[in-house]
């Protein structure tokens, strides 16, 4: 990962970061389910984040982190944090890391000005949020493609499951758009 993020940076490419809850089955024990209820979505979830190339190629994913934990938080633990951080290629993210450059070190760029104040910005400030939208489609595509493959949501609780059943579905998505390429 450090050496394909390090090749993107030297050909001033970018990353796109987002995140996404799962919905899984209720745990069955009491502890367990305060611990996976997500209060915003109102039901019980697991935290993702995806490491995507604009073409939709999945670099890096973490999974696992319980739903109601925010995107900084998880990304404060991400084990594909440190090459983001070394490489020093632009990350595109959403919103929900407002607040990453500084916490982390690395080369995020979110949109500019609050969501609920969008008509009040200058054009300028408007069409730079437009374009950042409209290059993270591809991390929303892929984290939708992830998100509601069904496998995701019968892993039953387990967290090594879980992890290891989002890399699949990433791998299998990759292969899918890709696979059909011939090396030259």
Wanted: charged residues 20%; positive net charge.
């Amino acid at each position: 990962l450090h050496e394909w993020l390090a090749e993107l940076a030297a050909g001033s490419e970018l990353v796109l970061i987002d995140g996404t809850v799962t919905e899984i089955p209720r745990p069955a024990l009491a502890s367990t389910g305060r611990l996976f209820w997500n209060v915003k979505h109102a039901c019980y979830s697991y935290q993702s984040l995806t490491v995507v190339t604009p073409a939709g190629d999945f670099l890096a994913l973490t999974s696992g982190w319980p739903g109601k934990v925010h995107e900084l938080d998880a990304l404060d633990h991400a084990a594909f944090l440190p090459a983001l951080v070394t490489s020093k290629v632009l990350t595109l993210a959403d919103r929900g890391f407002r607040g990453a450059p500084a916490r982390t070190g690395a080369r995020f760029a979110p949109p500019v000005g609050r969501w609920s104040k969008r008509h009040d910005l200058p054009e300028t400030v408007q069409a730079y949020n437009y374009r950042q939208n409209s290059t993270r489609a591809g991390a929303e595509h892929g984290m939708a493609a992830l998100k509601h493959w069904g496998i995701l949501r019968f892993t039953r609780f387990s967290i090594v499951r879980f992890v290891d059943a989002a890399r699949a579905v990433a791998n299998i998505i990759s292969l899918l758009r890709y696979g059909h390429r011939a090396a030259s």
